[in-house]
């Protein structure tokens, strides 16, 4: 994808000029010879970097107006002034207000390609930051070595050079969206934005000014998340929760690739690519007419599938182990060693919530271990909820995982969830856990071993 930068400058020698430099660069350059063109030319697609003439005859707005105007609307759009020979002063103010860097007339092309170089990598640097920062505490590493992992893996590395839809399915909190990000870094439009847009969040009536944008006037536009994807990827987030009508819209943008903003009249042409993530099955969501069927065949060139986090309990003490680092790095907690009979309940939970729950629980115990540098993470320091069989289920029953074992091994993973949940229950308190449930402590911690259960 070619980037694309807009040249403002009255004289048409210039104008050609700075385009001609930057196109044998391998940039896609357009130009306009006034504030009006250049607003036009905005309006029709955001550039990613401007660059600006201080002084333009016959314009409405002279550059620093103009620059005002764009920085207000705009902010993230970097902008470089050409400067008169004798004008630096202006310049220098310009850079005051908001522009990025300036270059003086006469330039040489080394200079003004040096300048766009920077300007672009610099505002590619802010864009990730403010990126990591939504995502803060989100890793950008898919772990896990386990064969569903690794399959997932394999089929990221083929699907992500394509340009290829993709749609990705899984259970909450599994990582479709890492596996979404991981198919971005992982493609040929990696410095290009990654937009998130969540459809589950939205209302029918926010829904599209999200998207799309809205046209008005310097306070009331706004930059829809197709824009703002421009030459890179827009990730939807929970895309059956799109209403009808938004779906229809969509569709016609995958068909031309262009929309038209809220409010507005005009086209805008994007260059995106589009991956959504769902949870639910989306065949029974076309079934029951609340998706479309064409827009469904269309976001799915590529299906994905995550799975769930009981699928691959092997990954587990890894994920804690990353998960450690992870926030001991982000919030300065210590680093603490799990005892086996906690990761022992870890592995045997069911995960409703998956790696995202599992997550939140490594936190948890980080903060709950205080500050003893000593201190071992034990099956007793879990929430009574991690580990208990029933009650966790969405549904409330249980059990499914069982279903098509042998009646053998069954058995033993119920009786060592059973029991590791009701350990949760009293705290860890195995005298108690002992009476509960009807057992001689002895006999009750020689079960525990014999069912792999460290207490
Ligand atoms: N394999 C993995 N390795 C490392 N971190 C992971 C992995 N899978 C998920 N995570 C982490 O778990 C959390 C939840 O993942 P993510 O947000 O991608 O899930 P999701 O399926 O998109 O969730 P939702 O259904 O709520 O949209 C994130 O912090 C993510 O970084």
């Given at each position: 994808m070619a980037t694309d930068i807009l040249i403002v400058d009255d004289e048409a020698d210039i104008r050609d000029l700075v385009a001609g430099i930057l196109e044998d660069e391998g940039h896609g350059a357009r130009t306009a010879k006034d504030s009006d063109t250049a607003l036009a030319a905005v309006e029709q697609r955001r550039p990613q970097l401007i660059f600006l003439d201080i002084w333009m005859q016959g314009s409405r707005l002279d550059g620093l107006q103009l620059l005002d105007v764009l920085k207000t609307a705009h902010p993230e759009v970097p902008v470089v002034m050409i400067s008169g020979h004798g004008n630096i002063e202006t310049a220098v103010a310009a850079i005051r207000r908001g522009a990025y860097d300036f270059i003086e007339k006469p330039f040489k092309a080394d200079r003004l390609v040096l300048v766009a170089d920077r300007a672009l990598e610099a505002s590619r640097l802010k864009r990730e930051v403010n990126e990591l920062r939504q995502i803060s505490g989100t890793a950008t590493r898919l772990v896990g070595r386990s064969s569903a992992v690794n399959q997932l893996r394999q089929v990221i590395e083929k699907s992500a050079p394509t340009n290829s839809r993709i749609m990705v399915a899984g259970?909450?909190?599994?990582?479709k969206e890492l596996a979404a990000r991981t198919i971005h870094q992982l493609s040929t439009r990696s410095k290009g934005p990654f937009v998130v847009v969540n459809a589950a969040s939205l209302t029918p009536e926010t829904m599209e000014p999200e998207l799309f944008g809205v046209e008005g006037d310097a306070r009331t536009r706004k930059v829809g998340a197709l824009e703002e994807a421009h030459g890179g990827t827009l990730f939807i987030d929970e895309?059956?929760?799109?209403p009808r009508e938004t779906q229809g819209k969509i569709l016609r943008v995958l068909v031309d690739q262009s929309f038209v903003r809220v409010g507005g009249a005009t086209k805008v042409h994007v260059d995106v690519r589009i991956i959504s993530s769902t949870a639910r099955d989306l065949a029974m969501e076309v079934a029951d007419g609340h998706f479309r069927e064409d827009l469904l065949h269309r976001l799915s060139v590529v299906p994905i599938r995550v799975p769930a986090l009981s699928e691959r309990r092997e990954d587990i003490p890894e994920l804690v182990e990353h998960f450690q680092a992870q926030i001991s790095q982000a919030t300065g907690l210590q680093r603490r060693i799990v005892g086996d009979d906690a990761m022992a309940v870890l592995q045997s939970h069911e995960w409703p919530g998956n790696v995202r729950q599992l997550r939140n629980n490594v936190e948890r115990l980080m903060i709950l271990a205080?500050?003893?540098?000593e201190a071992v993470i034990s099956a007793d320091m879990l929430p009574p909820e991690i580990g208990a069989l029933v009650p966790t289920r969405p549904n409330g029953q249980g059990g499914e995982h069982l279903m098509g074992l042998p009646l053998r091994e069954a058995r033993e993973i119920f009786e060592r969830e059973y029991l590791v949940a009701q350990i949760n229950r009293f705290g860890g308190n195995i005298s108690r856990t002992a009476e509960f449930v009807g057992m001689e402590r002895s006999a009750l911690h020689r079960k525990l071993k014999s069912l792999g259960v460290g207490a």
């Open positions: 259970p909450p909190g599994a990582g895309v059956a929760d799109m205080g500050g003893e540098p």
